[in-house]
């Protein structure tokens, strides 16, 4: 038997979309056996697809997903954060 599950994350706009999708793209090797895994950008919505004959290894993907999702949140905000106040710091000297 086997198991789809479907995500779909919302960006801010299309480069933010963008470079989760690079970030989520695997570069050096390929996915175990018995999973398959696609992603498509439309505009500002990553879609992230997995195919599993073994329903909880489906899930479990997911949940990796949803973690490297959280932690590209979380730098992706940190970097921006403190772009405005570098920029306002150069201005007062």
Same mark, same amino acid.
């Given at each position: 038997? #086997?198991?789809?599950?479907? +995500?779909? %994350?919302?960006? $801010?706009?299309?480069? !933010?979309?963008?470079? +989760?999708?690079? !970030?989520? &793209? /695997? *570069? #050096?090797?390929?996915? /175990? =056996?018995?999973? &398959?895994? $696609?992603?498509?950008? =439309?505009?500002? !919505? +990553?879609?992230?697809?997995?195919?599993? *004959?073994? /329903? /909880?290894?489906?899930? @479990?993907?997911?949940? @990796?997903? %949803? =973690? *490297?999702?959280? %932690?590209?949140?979380?730098i992706? %905000? +940190? @970097?921006?954060?403190? $772009?405005?106040?570098?920029?306002? =710091?150069?201005?007062?000297?």
């Amino acid at each position: 038997m #086997n198991a789809t599950t479907e +995500l779909r %994350l919302a960006c $801010a706009d299309d480069t !933010v979309c963008a470079s +989760l999708a690079s !970030v989520l &793209t /695997p *570069d #050096n090797r390929r996915a /175990p =056996r018995g999973l &398959t895994i $696609a992603m498509r950008q =439309r505009g500002r !919505v +990553l879609t992230v697809t997995i195919i599993s *004959d073994s /329903p /909880p290894a489906a899930v @479990s993907g997911q949940a @990796s997903v %949803l =973690r *490297d999702v959280t %932690l590209f949140q979380e730098i992706w %905000l +940190l @970097s921006h954060a403190r $772009a405005p106040r570098r920029m306002e =710091r150069s201005g007062d000297a």
